[in-house]
């Protein structure tokens, strides 16, 4: 049996640019890897004066977004749009025609992941959200993976770069205001920073681990958030003089009561593996019954590190529809 | 369709027994995440009357290992024998048949691993070993799973308990035998740690990890390996009044010569990762060229984050083995 899956990608900003050409420059690797061959069939982009890469021919490009999540020669559907607008109603959209879903988008799955995954099963379609959380750091694949036959106690992370980077700017003396500016023109942060400095940015992840770890229906706007717009240079000059250093932390845990989620800073010793952060860093903490704590640290945004994130849920879905043939010869 | 899925487990020690021991009494919680009903239809021991868990009933019981393997009522065979005697043809023979097979045995994976994939291949058998590596720091599963679509570039590690428990104490003015007696009494060295000392053991890890990250057949013996045997009460101590720690580190790294590997120890900044860790711990860097750097961390040793792994890897073997009806349809 020889297969050929379609891919169709919709949106070609930093990370889709980079995947697309990922996907026809590293092909013979993905599909070593992958155990099944594939074909880029078509990008959406709302913009067709933008420069993109040499790799990608200019056929591939359409602005009929809709056309590429209906298109029927596309088996995977990759959503990298980002937002709730249109991503939301295309990935449902592709969803109910059973194809299969890979996204980076974080507001999605925090605020409508239950029941996206509820269209999904119902349609026999897979749908992956690793660069969701985390960038290139695979906190929810090691939670579903990794730790499946454990139990999960406790997540904790420093889950958004832009945070660390504008408390780091401030211990080093800079005003809260400048800080911000400096992440922007650095490029840690975006030109709308305000999801990232009131924490919502952290609880659409936190929620995707909690419903990644302990399968509750954990919406992001339940999330007890507080962000880190209220500190003030003052605020985290005094922690330093303690030798305490202030992070923006995501905290998850299974209680008697049921799961007990929040965002908010937090001051830390300075050897602590969250104030250890620098930029872009996440660093997350997983406490499982077994398994003990593992500490997991890594660049957590970047189009290249995201890129790397939605590559492998991409090679994840090629490898359930490439091995259908062995696997049933065993079953 | 309902399958029930054979597990029949070769060895019950400390992780044998742990793993045994969940695998009874989290049957709900495993059966809901692997998606198949299992049952534990045998356990290979040598000692009649060594006490086990109570959740193990005395009729799974047998001194028969090969007669486990053989089982035909058992689909997945779980080595926990550990060592190359009895474990590497009691795995070869279950895979010959067809068997999928878990195992946390780094000797033979390290030595055979390349014949041994090459036999689960040809036998349509999946062949998992998440837990000879990095006990529960998932290390092989995130080059193989995660980095899938990226380029691994190096990996670095802190891979032996042993030795890291013996060169603490020796940094805390111990003597190395006094280092390595208390580190048996603590239950961090085996009976016979002449493996963990020489580097051997490391060696074994790491040359899994070459196989996972680079898919070269790289075998253990083929590794430049230095121990810690030489390392003297006064070379620690100098280090440590320069600041210094002195860790065994295991490095593995793609040159456009081929793949270069060595086990040695090295004096690192006590800030460094790796001179971070204490007793059991484990700590791995991974660069790969889109991700970035990766750092992991968590318990390397012992029954319970071992037993974690296992379990992960018998989770992942149901999962292919369950879904077979739903990805045919996708198919």
């Known amino acids: 049996m020889t297969t050929t899956v379609g891919i169709g990608l919709l949106g070609c900003g930093t990370v889709g640019a980079s995947v697309a050409d990922r996907l026809q420059r590293d092909r013979e690797r993905i599909v070593e890897r992958a155990g099944v061959s594939y074909c880029l069939r078509a990008i959406a982009i709302r913009d067709c004066m933008k420069r993109r890469p040499e790799s990608l021919e200019r056929e591939l490009f359409t602005t009929a977004a809709r056309a590429v999540a209906d298109d029927p020669r596309v088996d995977v559907v990759v959503e990298l749009i980002g937002g709730l ?194 930029g872009v860093e996440n660093a997350v903490q997983i406490d499982a019954r077994a398994a003990g704590r593992l500490t997991l640290r890594g660049d957590g945004a970047g189009g290249s590190a995201t890129a790397s994130s939605v590559l492998g849920d991409i090679v994840a879905v090629l490898r359930t529809i490439a091995p259908a043939a062995s696997i049933l010869a065993t079953a």
């Open 85 to 278: 607008d249109d991503a939301a109603d295309l990935v449902e959209r592709a969803l109910r025609r059973g194809r299969h879903v890979v996204t980076a988008n974080k507001d999605l799955i925090g605020t409508q992941g239950p029941q996206l995954r509820r269209i999904a099963e119902s349609a026999g379609a897979s749908l992956r959200y690793d660069a969701a959380v985390g960038g290139a750091v695979p906190v929810l694949r090691i939670l579903e993976e990794a730790l499946a036959g454990d139990e999960i106690l406790r997540v904790t992370g420093v889950l958004n770069g832009t945070c660390t980077a504008i408390l780091s700017a401030m211990e080093a003396g800079s005003s809260f205001e400048k800080a911000l500016a400096d992440a922007q023109r650095l490029g840690y942060a975006e030109a709308d920073p305000s999801n990232d400095i009131a924490g919502i940015d952290a609880a659409h992840k936190l929620a995707i681990i909690a419903q990644t770890a302990f399968g509750a229906p954990l919406l992001s706007p339940q999330i007890p958030t507080k962000g880190i717009r209220g500190i003030t240079q003052a605020d985290v000059a005094n922690a330093r003089s303690r030798g305490l250093r202030t992070r923006l932390v995501a905290s998850l845990e299974r209680t008697a009561q049921g799961v007990r989620a929040s965002v908010a800073p937090v001051v830390l010793p300075e050897d602590h593996e969250f104030a250890r952060t620098q």
